[in-house]
Structures are given as structure tokens and as C-alpha cells.
């Protein structure tokens, strides 16, 4: 009997890293499920893209819980693996950094709910799916969740670290159920969401360069595959040294 294909579901696909996420898992043969915001770009280079594609706003709780009934759908009782990687970092008028002082109420509750609360609510909602896989859960943080950083706000920052301290709580919960749990944190990588003034960072960085969006999709693909089987309720840090 043929091996069973694989089933991936990814938030924030669009671009970046989440982009190179996607094409990494295709390129190993797995069914790759995306969400976004935006509705399927038949530019992304992927098989099934469009029908592996799931639109949501995961800002409104209600959006997300929704879209864990069509994921169930389309996944046929196994998942191998989720990647909470969706992510937003709002920003001034003039592209500034918003710090405690300046953001207001409701950014933070969308901020929270995008990096933060979509990850739990995804996860809960297809337990079941993956712990008939025996799947893997793989969340991702932020250089940001450990300092303050220059260009992330305080909501994305703060959001990030929380994430970091939800990985160790789904970790310990999934676990038993055979199920691992672990997170990454990128550092500055090349994706056209950098802020001008990067450069002076990576000039400080142990490796002198930016991160490359498929460098941080290897890091995922070893945690949702057996190379880290016995890997579970880490955060892998990705960034060059940033952290040192």
C-alpha cells in the first residue's frame, strides 16, 4: 500500500517565510492547507493551491473558529502538521514603531488575536486531527519576544513572548496525546516586510548577513518530521546569533 500523503496546515502562506514553507513541504510531497487573509494568489507556485486554501481573517475569533470546520473537511481525519506563522506588527502614520504608549486598545486586541489567541483556538480545535497523526505543532516567535526591538511594536513583541510561554503550556497538554509542540524564532530575515535600517542590525550580527526565508523553512520542516522526535516544548532560535 502506498504511504499515506502528508497534510500541512500553515497560517500567514502569502509571503516571506510562510511562502517558503509552503514550498518546502510541496517539495517533499505533502499537502500543503494555507491561510490567509487574502483570497488564493494563482501566482504561488504550488499544486492545489487553490483548493488547499483557505481565506480567513484570523483577527476575528469568530473567523477563526469557522474556518477549523472547512480545515476539518479537507483533511480527512489526520494532520500532520500545523504552523502558526501568521503574524502582524501595526504600525505609525509615518511607519513608526508603536511602543505602550502610543497603541491603541483595539491594535492590541487584533495583534493578540492574530500572533497569539489563532494559535491555541487552531490547535484545540484539531486536536483530534492531530493526534491521529501523532502530528506536530510548530509556532513562530520572534527575536522580539526576548528584547525590545527597534522596528516591532509592543503588541507584536508582547504577543510573540506570550506565544513563546504557550509553546511550553501546549507542549506539556499535547504531549500526552503524542503530540509535540515546539516554536521558532526568526531573527532579521530578507522578506519585504523589513524596515529601512535593518542594515545597522545585521552589521552586529555574528554572521554579518540577513536570514533567507527557505534557511527558516528548514528549521520548520525538521521539527514536524521525525529528525526531532524527541524535540518538543523548545523555541529554536533562528537569527544569525542575534540573541548572543
Given at each position: 500500500?502506498?504511504?499515506?500523503?502528508?497534510?500541512?496546515?500553515?497560517?500567514g502562506a502569502s509571503r516571506g517565510i510562510g511562502h517558503a514553507t509552503v514550498k518546502r513541504f510541496s517539495a517533499e510531497g505533502w499537502r500543503v492547507l494555507t491561510c490567509s487573509r487574502m483570497a488564493f494568489d494563482p501566482r504561488c507556485p504550488w499544486p492545489?493551491?487553490?483548493?488547499n486554501h483557505i481565506q480567513v481573517d484570523l483577527s476575528d475569533p469568530n473567523m477563526t473558529v469557522k474556518a477549523i470546520e472547512e480545515v476539518r473537511e479537507k483533511v480527512?481525519?489526520?494532520?500532520?502538521?500545523?504552523?502558526?506563522?501568521?503574524?502582524?506588527?501595526?504600525?505609525?502614520?509615518?511607519?513608526?514603531?508603536?511602543?505602550?504608549?502610543?497603541?491603541?486598545?483595539?491594535?492590541?486586541?487584533?495583534?493578540?488575536?492574530?500572533?497569539?489567541?489563532?494559535?491555541?483556538?487552531?490547535?484545540?480545535?484539531l486536536q483530534a486531527e492531530l493526534t491521529a497523526a501523532e502530528g506536530s505543532i510548530v509556532n513562530v516567535t520572534s527575536i522580539a519576544g526576548a528584547r525590545?526591538?527597534?522596528?516591532?511594536?509592543?503588541?507584536?513583541?508582547?504577543?510573540?513572548?506570550?506565544?513563546?510561554?504557550?509553546?511550553?503550556?501546549?507542549?506539556?497538554?499535547?504531549?500526552p496525546l503524542g503530540v509535540r509542540v515546539n516554536a521558532i524564532a526568526p531573527g532579521e530575515v530578507e522578506t519585504s516586510i523589513l524596515s529601512p535600517g535593518t542594515d545597522k542590525i545585521v552589521e552586529k550580527l555574528p554572521l554579518r548577513r540577513l536570514g533567507q526565508p527557505a534557511e527558516v523553512a528548514d528549521v520548520?520542516?525538521?521539527?514536524?518530521?521525525?529528525?526531532?522526535?524527541?524535540?518538543?516544548?523548545?523555541?529554536?532560535?533562528?537569527?544569525?546569533?542575534?540573541?548572543v
Open positions: 500500500m502506498a504511504d499515506r500523503q502528508k497534510t500541512l496546515l500553515l497560517t492545489g493551491g487553490e483548493d480527512n481525519g489526520k494532520l500532520d502538521a500545523l504552523v502558526n506563522n501568521a503574524g502582524i506588527s501595526p504600525k505609525g502614520e509615518e511607519g513608526e514603531r508603536l511602543n505602550t504608549l502610543n497603541t491603541n486598545l483595539r491594535t492590541w486586541g487584533q495583534v493578540f488575536h492574530v500572533n497569539f489567541f489563532a494559535s491555541v483556538i487552531l490547535a484545540r480545535g525590545v526591538h527597534p522596528f516591532a511594536g509592543a503588541a507584536y513583541a508582547t504577543s510573540k513572548a506570550a506565544l513563546a510561554a504557550l509553546t511550553r503550556e501546549m507542549a506539556h497538554d499535547f504531549g520548520i520542516w525538521f521539527l514536524c518530521t521525525q529528525q526531532s522526535s524527541y524535540v518538543t516544548g523548545t523555541e529554536i532560535e533562528v537569527n544569525a546569533g542575534q540573541h
